[in-house]
C-alpha cells in the first residue's frame, strides 16, 4: 500500500474513532436541547456511564451487561436533571454542573472502594470489551488499488457502537424531519405554550427526550471504557461533553452539521495524536501541552467568530409554567 494512502486511512480511521463518543453526546443534547431543556451535565453523564460499564463488565465479564449498567447511570441522573430542571422548574445550568461536580467525584472514590486499584477499574481482557464487527470479502477485496485498503483499514473491524452510531444519526435525521415525535419535540423546543394548547403534555415531552439524552450519554461512556479503551480511568472524558455540545452550538442544533462538527473536532485530536514529538520544519518539536491543546484552540476560535449567527430554540433553558 502506498505510505501516503496508509496515513490517510490511519487518520481518517482515528477520527471515526475518536468522533464516535462526540457524536453520541452530541446528538444526545440534540434531542435535549429541541425539547427546549438544555444540558450541561453530559460530561457527568457519559463519566458515570463510562465507569458503571466498565465496573460491571470487569465483574461479570459480560461488556452487553456493562453497556446496560451505563445506560441505566446515565439515564437515572438524567432523571434526576429533568426532576430538578422539568418538574421543580430549577436552573438548568446548575443543575448540569451539579451533576458533573458529583460524578467527578463520586466515580473514582466508586472505583477506590470496589477495585482498591487507586479509582480506576482492572484492565479489561478482550472478552470483556465490546466487540468489532468483522465483514465478508476482506481478502477478496483486497488487491484492488484504493477500495481494498479502505474497505480494510475503515470498514472492515469497526467496534459495535460505531455501527450504531451510523445508525443513530440516520435514524436522528428522520426522527427530527419525518416523525411526529421529533416534530413535537421541535414544537415544544419553540413555543411550549402552542404545544400545551393542543392538548399536548410539556412535561411528558420534555421528560421522554432527557430520557434519550441519558440512553446516548450512557452509550457513549460505555464506548471510551469498553470499546475504545479497556477499563475506567479518573476523570476519562476530558472534557468530551462541552465539546459535544460546542459542536452542536457549531451545527446549529442541526444533525449533519453537528455531525461534521464532530468529525472536524475528532480529526484535529487524531491529528495532535500523530503530531506528538514530531519535528516539524522550521518550529522542530512543539510541546507535547501545546498540540494537545489544539482541539479546544480550536474550539473557542470557532465559537468566537467564525460559526456565524446560532439561533438556538426559542424556549431553550425556559422552565415551561401553565398558565392558569
Given at each position: 500500500m502506498d505510505d501516503a494512502l496508509l496515513v490517510v486511512l490511519l487518520l481518517a480511521d482515528a477520527t471515526i474513532r475518536v468522533a464516535t463518543p462526540l457524536v453520541l453526546a452530541a446528538f444526545a443534547a440534540l434531542y435535549s436541547e429541541r425539547a427546549g431543556v438544555v444540558d450541561i451535565g453530559l460530561e457527568g453523564k457519559m463519566l458515570a456511564g463510562?465507569?458503571?460499564?466498565?465496573?460491571?463488565?470487569?465483574?461479570?465479564?459480560?461488556?452487553?451487561?456493562?453497556?446496560?449498567?451505563?445506560?441505566?447511570?446515565?439515564?437515572?441522573?438524567?432523571?434526576?436533571?429533568?426532576?430538578?430542571?422539568?418538574?421543580?422548574?430549577?436552573?438548568?445550568?446548575?443543575?448540569g454542573m451539579a451533576i458533573n461536580i458529583l460524578v467527578a467525584g463520586l466515580a473514582p472514590t466508586l472505583a477506590y472502594a470496589w477495585f482498591r486499584q487507586g479509582g480506576q477499574t482492572p484492565l479489561l481482557p478482550g472478552e470483556a470489551r465490546l466487540p468489532q464487527v468483522h465483514l465478508p470479502g476482506v481478502e477478496a477485496l483486497s488487491g484492488i488499488p484504493v477500495l481494498g485498503p479502505v474497505y480494510r483499514e475503515l470498514i472492515d473491524d469497526a467496534n459495535v457502537l460505531i455501527w450504531l452510531t451510523v445508525l443513530l444519526v440516520v435514524a436522528t435525521h428522520w426522527v427530527f424531519t419525518r416523525s411526529r415525535f421529533g416534530l413535537r419535540l421541535r414544537a415544544v423546543g419553540e413555543n411550549p405554550s402552542a404545544v400545551d394548547t393542543a392538548g399536548l403534555s410539556v412535561t411528558r415531552l420534555r421528560y421522554q427526550a432527557v430520557i434519550v439524552t441519558g440512553v446516548l450519554t450512557?452509550?457513549?461512556?460505555?464506548?471510551?471504557?469498553?470499546?475504545?479503551?479497556?477499563?475506567?480511568?479518573?476523570?476519562?472524558?476530558?472534557?468530551?461533553?462541552?465539546?459535544?455540545?460546542?459542536?452542536?452550538?457549531?451545527?446549529?442544533?442541526?444533525?449533519?452539521?453537528?455531525?461534521?462538527?464532530?468529525?472536524?473536532?475528532?480529526?484535529?485530536?487524531?491529528?495532535?495524536?500523530?503530531?506528538?514529538?514530531?519535528?516539524?520544519?522550521?518550529?522542530?518539536?512543539i510541546p507535547v501541552q501545546f498540540i494537545q491543546m489544539l482541539p479546544y484552540v480550536l474550539t473557542v476560535l470557532l465559537l468566537a467568530g467564525f460559526v456565524g449567527r446560532a439561533v438556538a430554540p426559542r424556549a431553550s433553558g425556559v422552565p415551561y409554567v401553565k398558565e392558569r
Open positions: 463510562a465507569f458503571f460499564a466498565a465496573a460491571v463488565a470487569s465483574s461479570t465479564g459480560n461488556p452487553w451487561l456493562g453497556l446496560g449498567a451505563a445506560v441505566a447511570a446515565s439515564v437515572a441522573l438524567a432523571l434526576v436533571h429533568g426532576f430538578a430542571c422539568i418538574t421543580h422548574k430549577g436552573n438548568q445550568v446548575v443543575s450512557g452509550i457513549a461512556g460505555a464506548y471510551l471504557s469498553t470499546a475504545h479503551g479497556a477499563g475506567f480511568v479518573r476523570d476519562m472524558t476530558a472534557g468530551k461533553g462541552y465539546l459535544a455540545l460546542a459542536a452542536l452550538i457549531f451545527g446549529k442544533w442541526r444533525p449533519w452539521p453537528t455531525l461534521f462538527a464532530c468529525l472536524l473536532f475528532a480529526f484535529t485530536d487524531a491529528v495532535q495524536v500523530r503530531l506528538q514529538g514530531v519535528p516539524l520544519p522550521v518550529v522542530g518539536v
